[in-house]
């Protein structure tokens, strides 16, 4: 265990540093770590052994369980981005928005922008909505794996997830959707469904943590081939984002 956390911590104190340089290097353990301390292709085995058994997830999951006192959960925020991928893989596919291949995700923060969970990746010629049931599902089971309660929620969601499944799937679970209306889905009555202005001004808080996350570079681009591997960055700078936002000082 002690073996373990060193490597953890190892990472965390250096992600920044592995992220920007796996943009041009690809193996960001071999570039980080030659020369000194494990050899790089023993700390990438500890590494895709950890994304396989979710470890990142867990792992974060525990941090979210003891400080969720921290969170502001008066209104949440979901969005979904599109990961331009370089090397190929599973879950990718060309875009045509982007002009190349890409992979999709879903992330969920609170009212502070502090990414709290994201669903499963999914190529990236499918919507947002694509199997959104599942996909909310995925969320919400991170949710509640850190003793975070989801019933009350308030949730904003752009104009892209306006739809019949988006909001019965959210509703299912306690979450009130605060959904911008889509002129475009015309042949669907919006008198029934929550939707205050002044809640979806909140919003750019979650554009900012794209902003943030994008300041990884392993997170901006996707060079895995794997889709664990991929999750576990994004989860690792979950992490160092939480940490830096309320334990800058340790």
């Known amino acids: 265990m002690s073996f373990a956390w060193l490597k953890i911590i190892k990472f965390l104190s250096r992600t920044r540093v592995i992220s920007s ?11 980080v770590f030659r020369g000194e301390g494990p050899s790089w292709n023993a700390v990438f085995h500890h590494y895709r052994k950890w ?3 979710e470890e990142w997830q867990k792992i974060y999951s525990r941090i979210l369980n003891r400080d ?11 969005d979904g981005s599109h990961t331009p991928v370089y090397r190929g893989g599973k879950k990718s596919e060309y875009q045509g928005r982007k002009k190349r291949c890409t992979t999709n995700a879903l992330f969920f923060s609170d009212n502070q922008g502090i990414p709290l969970a994201m669903s499963e990746p999914q190529s990236g010629n499918h919507a ?11 969320i919400v089971c991170q ?5 975070i309660a989801v019933d009350g929620l308030f949730c904003d ?3 892209g997830f ?19 209306p889509n ?13 205050d202005e002044e809640m979806y001004k909140e919003r750019w808080k979650i554009k900012r943590t794209n902003a943030w996350m994008d300041g990884f570079k392993a997170v901006l681009n996707r060079f895995d081939t794997t889709v664990s591997s991929w999750k576990g960055w994004n989860f690792l700078a979950f992490i160092v984002i939480f940490l830096k936002k309320f334990h800058k000082s340790n």
């Open 162 to 180: 306006d739809g019949k499944e988006l909001r019965n799937a959210l509703i299912s679970h306690g979450i009130i959707p605060n959904v911008c």
């Open 128 to 138: 947002d909505l694509y199997e959104i049931e599942e996909r909310i599902d995925e």
């Open 183 to 195: 002129p475009r889905n015309g042949g669907e009555s919006k008198e029934d469904w929550l939707y």
């Open 21 to 31: 340089r796996a943009a041009t290097s690809g193996v960001c353990s071999r570039s």
């Open 51 to 53: 994304c396989k058994k």
């Open 68 to 78: 969720k006192s921290k969170l502001d959960l008066s209104i949440s925020h979901i």
């Open 143 to 147: 949710l509640l794996d850190a003793e």
């Open 157 to 159: 969601l752009d104009a």
